[in-house]
């Protein structure tokens, strides 16, 4: 945890990139968020916004930074970190070698067109 802050227990960077995020958001709400801020980003990601929608995405970032905001006013000093809360476990299993039909029952298996011992198919990329 970060001076009692709301943080979760992710995996390494996944976590990083929240407090980024959170540490942002602060630095955001002290910014005050405007439409010419929203038409920063979105010129920065090369999106086109009309007015209506640089009014919408005003509010929505706004709101999405409050709540970070209040994420982080949260004193969870003495909370043990989680990771997941349903108490489920990875399952693994030992790899074993399978023994397959031979290529060429495999091939026989496919109803597409056999060519060169290989399955023809239909061209997927433009």
Not at 16 to 39: N, P, S, V, Y
Not at 59 to 71: H, T
Request: net charge positive.
């Amino acid at each position: 945890m970060r001076g009692g802050k709301l943080t979760y227990h992710l995996s390494g960077r996944l976590t990083e990139r929240f407090l980024e995020l959170a540490e942002w958001a602060g630095k955001m709400r002290r910014m005050q968020i405007t439409k010419d801020l929203i038409r920063h980003i979105a010129k920065l990601a090369r999106i086109n916004l009309t007015e209506a929608e640089s009014k919408k995405f005003t509010k929505q970032m706004g709101a999405i930074v409050g709540f970070i905001e209040k994420l982080n006013s949260v004193d969870t000093a003495g909370i043990p970190e989680t990771n997941q809360v349903n108490g489920m476990e990875n399952v693994l299993r030992e790899d074993e070698i399978e023994n397959f039909p031979k290529m060429s029952e495999l091939i026989a298996c496919s109803h597409h067109p056999i060519e060169n011992n290989q399955i023809k198919v239909k061209k997927s990329i433009g």
